[in-house]
């Protein structure tokens, strides 16, 4: 059983439009991150979200931390072509990361 | 610091070879972990070390499965006899001893068992 279910998974755009993607569990986490991986590296780190509630914003992308600490969000505006990648969130849990499946995200130019 | 380090990037082994896999964390980073990451899933947390100490081992790990950080820096991984279902990208991260703990993984190594 995912602790953290991340949904959609997988969304195909067409360059210009918004998305949103969803991340959510019915355990409460101290803190929540979203990461971007490419095919063949690494997850690299996005955000980290701390307090319940909490709006985060890196250029075109937004980041929400539920009230409750148990679930986010990633709004992308105007999503470009180098946004296509994997999109995933993680909880900590305890003393390590517990990571969602991921969505695929590609933007169509 | 470049970051963390992994090697090597890819490995084909036969069904029954042991491979190792070395992981080098960010030079201040005390905490080192493990995952595993197979296609379509996000990484599945192996295990991870505070120094040189192993603090936290999954259910995923059986007993084919070592790591070590003997000096508290750099890590391996050691698979003993693959399986076909060990196949998968295996990452390493490190991070900083911090209630709120940013976490850099490496580029991972893919191993491929045949």
């Known amino acids: 059983t995912q602790l953290l279910e991340q949904s959609p998974q997988f969304l195909s755009i067409q360059e210009g439009e918004n998305l949103t993607v969803y991340c959510n569990s019915s355990s409460v986490f101290s803190s929540l991150q979203w990461y971007r991986q490419e095919p063949g590296e690494g997850p690299v780190l996005l955000v980290t979200?701390?307090?319940?509630?909490e709006v985060k914003k890196l250029k075109r992308l937004t980041f929400q931390f539920g009230d409750a600490r148990k679930d986010s969000s990633l709004h992308i505006t105007a999503a470009q072509p180098g946004d296509t990648g994997l999109y995933l969130c993680a909880g900590l849990y305890g003393n390590k990361l517990v990571f969602g499946a991921g969505t695929i995200l590609r933007v169509k130019s | 610091d470049t970051g963390v380090s992994q090697n090597p990037r890819h490995k084909i082994t036969k069904r029954g070879q042991n491979v190792t896999f070395r992981c080098d964390p960010i030079?201040?980073?005390?905490?080192l972990y493990w995952y595993r990451q197979t296609l379509g899933q996000g990484p599945e947390f192996l295990t991870y070390?505070?120094?040189?100490?192993?603090?936290?081992k999954s259910r995923l790990l059986s007993d084919r499965f070592s790591a070590e950080r003997p000096k508290g820096s750099f890590s391996t991984l050691e698979i003993q006899r693959t399986e076909q279902g060990d196949s998968a990208m295996y990452l390493c991260a490190s991070s900083e001893d911090r209630e709120v703990r940013d976490y850099t993984f490496g580029s991972g190594t893919r191993l491929t068992v045949v």
């Open positions: 979200v701390v307090t319940g509630g």
């Open positions: 030079s201040e980073h005390n905490r």
């Open positions: 070390f505070q120094n040189e100490a192993q603090l936290e």
